[in-house]
């Protein structure tokens, strides 16, 4: 299986090399080819001319032969099939044009596509009139070859070409390459489905199906002769061809058929093998509707009636002009007056091409997965429930191909009257945002769509900082940037993702939880499940402190005696009543506990401590504290404010005054593990953990000189945690402070009995990263989103489950420590392997990736 599987990959390695070295040598050849092309195109001209002369009556004769009915033509209800077939084959090839021009806006292509089907025709023609006789006189031929050829397909070896490098030759002979194959077979399932036309046993349409047959093939040699020569040649006058290959390069779904050609196609053979099952089947022979040569069977019409007849005769034949002409007009004026002001978009994503109406907001597409390729306009999403609104992205805002772009002046004029960019292409804003007309940082502002600023922002630091496909590689899709702008992060370029694991369920107070933890650390939400497990269904027990976020600006008085008189100030109640409601008066949830004051001669260090209800309050005690020291100046003009935080509050530092005095939620957790558990879960017993938690966790940590260290991985739980609910990743510094204790107890004095002590664990569910759509998701998970009823009460949730989850992550990798379990679960769990391993052979890898 395998070999043979080999051999047809090879062989069409083969065949690839073959239509490149085709393309190639056509590229090379152009002028030869043009000018062979357009001789024999002359030359077939005049041998249709030629045969239409000398063969006229030949033909009429043959013509009758086969059509002995002709009369029959100028029945009402052939002329009206006839008339949909003509306007279906014009605008089908007004479809296929207007593609072409989707794709490749460039004139002279469409002139080169345009023509190079022009020839086809002519050359069919040639070789009917030649070959066929009765063939050349069918009048319905240029419809008929408008509805099966495919002009697209030209502009798609365009764009295959543009894509694939800047060496001339190479690029029409890897176009070819690419779309050979598909176009030969594409040519060959077309000519036997139009085969089942010319077997249906209708004279007149069987000869428009040979037609048909000849038309495909002729236009196929004309493709990938003709066509790759005009191409080289169009492709060395075009300038702005790397805008081409860079904004709209050619990807594999380019391979992919039309949908819209294909269904015209399927539809056509159904129809053709409707006519031919009807017209094999005896009741069609009195019906004589379809087949002109049983027409001269129906009985002559009366007398009467031919006055009648001749009316109906004469505005069948005159109506189907008409609504021909009518038609060709109007789509005539379309192409030439309203096409070139339509708003054409290219997704880049999917690289299929939208259309933006002017007033337009951007289109989006729902997901990333082509086939859900539905784009609906934002105004369609009026009334549209803003939380699902991540599911959607703008993937095509206003990439327009054709609109020209305007002179700066004009952009500049619309963009400051509007105050908004989103009516300029991305190229103008782009532009403006090169010449410091637009800020860089301000895009999602001035555009009013917060993912079109960021995939525009990704387009200029590519190109400014040459960072190319390093940026393409950042994920930016799929994600609610309104909730980021003006809150988490700004010059967004997109977004990591983190994977997100759960451990639990973990019994805290009686109640079971899935602990979300976002980590790339492999093992450690199975050390910790392990924990929680061994915890079982007796659980945690917790006790949540609020004791507020801490804030504390240093400010200078003039002297220490200046400064002394400013802390016994402060110490007055009534004074620090003053001070407090205006520190209250900032916020609905601030609440000030207490100004703990530092001195260093001159210099105070005012430590406010306030609570802040369920948000962290990071913000709320700076903006408290700012208004506070509005007070106190007043009563202290000679005091200078240095800086809002004096680092003794303090934040994102190791310090010990949050380990002494606490900062945020002071969580303590107990639990008690039966004899059974350690020795089933953990392979261990009470005394050996007891021994290892005294001798690492208080002694090793006391000599290392620590401070809130008294733990064995503390921060890993409480990172996860942070990440994955939002928190503020950068406190984990403080938050981790945890005092892990463990002791022997129970009747028997084989249970084991843990407490986990975090005196500053700084948390909130509102503000912040909490409003995210995944860090919502993961507090939703945990039951503590946003603001609780009464205030704090989510935080303070919070801060127990972090804590209760250290306590269960302390205690496995305590287990495993005395086990030496350590390094064998790491190997086990090893999330370096793929890291060690990425300079080693796929094959390596493949036999690793299982065992992780
Ligand atoms: P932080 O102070 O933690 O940095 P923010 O600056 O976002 O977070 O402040 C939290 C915001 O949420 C404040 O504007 C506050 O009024 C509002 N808020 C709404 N409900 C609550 C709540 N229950 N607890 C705290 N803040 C709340």
């Keep these: ?127 009917a009139s030649l070959f066929w006789t009765e063939l050349a006189s069918i009048k319905d031929a240029p419809f008929l070859f408008l509805l099966v050829t495919d002009v697209a397909r030209g502009a798609r070896m365009a764009k295959a070409g543009w894509s694939a490098g800047d060496d001339q030759g190479k690029r029409v002979g890897k176009a070819l390459s690419l779309l050979g194959p598909t176009a030969t077979l594409d040519t060959l399932l077309a000519a036997l489905l139009v085969g089942v036309g010319g077997l249906s046993g209708v004279p007149r349409l069987e000869h428009m199906c040979t037609f048909a047959c000849l038309a495909l093939l002729v236009d196929y040699l004309v493709f990938v002769t003709f066509y790759p020569a005009c191409l080289s040649l169009v492709a060395d006058f075009a300038s702005g061809k790397k ?376 913000n709320m005690v700076s903006k408290g504290a700012e208004n506070a020291l509005k007070v106190l100046k007043n009563y202290f003009p000679d005091m200078e404010v240095i800086s809002l935080s004096g680092n003794y509050c303090s934040d994102k530092k190791a310090a010990s005054i949050n380990w002494v005095k606490g900062r945020g939620k002071r969580v303590v957790c107990e639990t008690t593990i039966s004899s059974d558990s350690l020795r089933n879960i953990f392979k261990t017993d009470a005394r050996t953990l007891a021994r290892c938690n005294k001798i690492k966790n208080l002694s090793g940590s006391a000599l290392a000189g620590s401070i809130g260290g008294n733990n064995a991985h503390a921060a890993n739980m409480v990172t996860a945690i942070f990440i994955a609910t939002g928190q503020d990743p950068a406190q984990n510094i403080t938050s981790s402070n945890c005092s892990t204790s463990m002791e022997v107890c129970g009747d028997t004095g084989e249970d084991l009995y843990v407490t986990c002590t975090m005196p500053s664990l700084e948390v909130g569910t509102v503000g912040g990263g909490t409003v995210l759509t995944g860090q919502s998701a993961c507090l939703d998970i945990l039951g503590v989103r946003g603001a609780a009823e009464r205030p704090a009460e989510n935080s303070a949730k919070l801060g127990s489950l972090i804590c209760a989850t250290v306590l269960a992550g302390e205690l496995s990798l305590m287990a495993a420590l005395v086990n030496s379990d350590l390094v064998k679960s790491h190997m086990r769990h090893n999330r370096s392997a793929i890291n060690i391993n990425q300079a080693a052979s796929t094959t390596e890898l493949t036999l690793k990736v299982p065992q992780l």
């Excluded at 052939?78 to 077939?85: F, L, P, R």
């Excluded at 002279?108 to 023509?115: D, E, K, M, Q, S």
């Excluded at 769509?449 to 630091?461: A, F, S």
């Design 243 to 618: 805008e081409l290959s860079t904004d709209n390069p050619f990807m594999e779904a380019d391979l992919k058929p039309n949908p819209v050609v294909q269904r015209v196609k399927m539809i056509m053979a159904a129809g053709l093998l409707c006519v031919h099952l009807t017209s094999r089947w005896p009741w069609t022979r009195d019906s004589g509707m379809l087949d002109g040569s049983l027409s001269n069977n129906s009985n002559p019409l009366p007398h009467d009636n031919v006055l009648l007849d001749s009316y109906v005769k004469w505005f069948s034949v005159s109506a189907d002009y008409i609504v021909i002409a009518t038609l060709l007009c109007a789509l005539i004026i379309k192409f030439v007056f309203f096409e070139e002001t339509r708003n054409w978009v290219i997704d880049m994503e999917d690289m299929t091409v939208k259309e933006v109406v002017p007033s337009e907001k951007p289109v989006f597409t729902i997901g990333e997965d082509p086939k859900a390729d539905i784009s609906v306009q934002t105004d369609d999403l009026i009334g549209y429930d803003e939380t699902e609104w991540p599911t959607l992205s703008p993937s095509a805002s206003a990439t327009k191909l054709n609109a020209k772009r305007r002179p700066m002046a004009e952009c500049l004029e619309i963009y400051r009257s509007e105050g908004l960019a989103s009516a300029l292409t991305d190229e103008e804003i782009i532009m403006l945002v090169e010449q410091s007309h637009i800020p860089l940082h301000r895009l999602e502002t001035v555009l009013a769509d917060p993912l079109r600023g960021v995939r525009l922002r990704r387009k200029v630091i590519a190109s400014r900082f040459q960072t190319g496909d390093a940026v393409k590689s950042l994920p930016y899709l799929n994600y609610d940037y309104s909730k980021v702008m003006n809150a988490c992060c700004e010059n967004v370029i997109g977004f990591v993702g983190i994977p997100v694991g759960y451990a639990g369920p973990l019994v805290v107070d009686g109640k079971p939880y899935m602990i979300p933890m976002a980590t790339t650390e492999g093992a450690l939400v199975a050390s910790t499940n392990r924990g929680a497990k061994a915890i079982g269904q007796r659980g945690v027990t917790s006790v949540v402190e609020d004791i507020g976020m801490t804030r504390a600006p240093a400010v200078k008085l003039p002297n220490v005696v200046r400064a002394h008189e400013c802390r016994q100030w402060l110490n007055n109640t009534d004074n620090y009543d003053l001070v407090k409601e205006a520190f209250d008066s900032t916020s609905r949830f601030a609440r000030l506990q207490e100004i703990h004051i530092g001195v260093d001669g001159a210099t105070l260090y005012l430590r406010f401590r306030a609570t802040t209800g369920d948000a962290m309050g990071m």
């Design 1 to 127: 299986m395998r070999r043979m599987g080999r051999k047809f990959s090879t062989k069409i390695v083969i065949m690839m090399k073959v239509w490149d070295a085709h393309g190639e040598f056509c590229a090379k050849h152009q002028w030869e080819v043009i000018v062979a092309t357009l001789a024999l195109l002359a030359c077939a001209a005049s041998v249709e001319r030629h045969a239409n002369h000398a063969t006229r009556s030949e033909r009429c004769a043959g013509w009758a032969r086969a059509c002995p009915g002709l009369e029959a033509e100028y029945q009402a209800a052939d002329a009206v099939i006839m008339t949909i077939v003509r306007c279906a084959a014009l605008l089908y090839a007004y479809y296929q044009v207007s593609n072409l021009q989707k794709i490749a806006s460039k004139y002279l292509l469409i002139i080169a596509g345009v023509f190079s089907t022009f020839a086809s025709f002519i050359f069919t023609s040639a070789l």
